[in-house]
């Protein structure tokens, strides 16, 4: 699996989202608890309204903790999207009265992320978009209720497969073996 961030315009079949959630679902969860929900985007219009909704946000995200500075460049880009222009989103919300919601919902996450790869599909997992977690907006359009909370936003779309650079991986630090 690569983080993809260049997609073809060209639509995700239901048929194929619906095989990702069906993937996500099998992630494992503390007690059983299942805690995740899906919202999937495919309109170009809303897509582009979360991605600029989400930039003041970022922006603030950016003054406030200097370690983020290298997003700035990438905000600057014309027609700039946090999705990079995927044809579909799919964010993962996670109930959050279930002590592990984060922890189970990341593993839906990586589910899907892997069955896409297993397809063809490229994904990448959004972080910047949580900014968007108390948004007035965000929560009404998408009818979001109080006891969900954003974990996993993914980007996800076809691309060219071409030779996708392996990003060096540094080695595992092992803090001790017993």
């Known amino acids: 699996r690569r983080s993809i961030r260049k997609y073809l315009d060209k639509p995700m079949p239901e048929e194929i989202i619906n095989k990702l959630i069906e993937a996500a679902k099998w992630a494992p969860s503390g007690m059983n608890e299942q805690p995740w929900g899906f919202i999937v985007v495919q309109d170009k219009l809303l897509i582009k309204e979360l991605s600029d909704r989400s930039i003041p946000y970022i922006s603030k995200v950016i003054e406030e903790n200097p370690k983020f500075i290298r997003y700035k460049k990438r905000m600057a ?3 700039f999207s946090i999705f990079y222009h995927a044809p579909c989103v799919i964010i993962i919300l996670g109930r959050i009265d ?7 919902c990341a593993m839906a996450a990586q589910n899907l992320m892997l069955t896409a790869a297993s397809m063809n599909i490229g994904s990448c997992w959004i972080g ?3 900014v968007l977690d108390k ?4 929560r ?6 109080d006891n969900y909370s954003i974990v996993a936003p993914l980007a996800l779309g076809y691309f060219e497969n071409k030779d996708i650079p392996i990003i060096e991986r540094r080695p595992p630090e092992i803090l001790k073996y017993f």
């Open 135 to 138: 948004d007035g907006w965000f």
């Open 140 to 145: 009404k359009r998408f009818e979001i209720p």
């Open 77 to 79: 880009v014309k027609d």
């Open 98 to 104: 279930v002590f592990s919601y984060q922890n189970d």
């Open 128 to 130: 910047m978009m949580n």
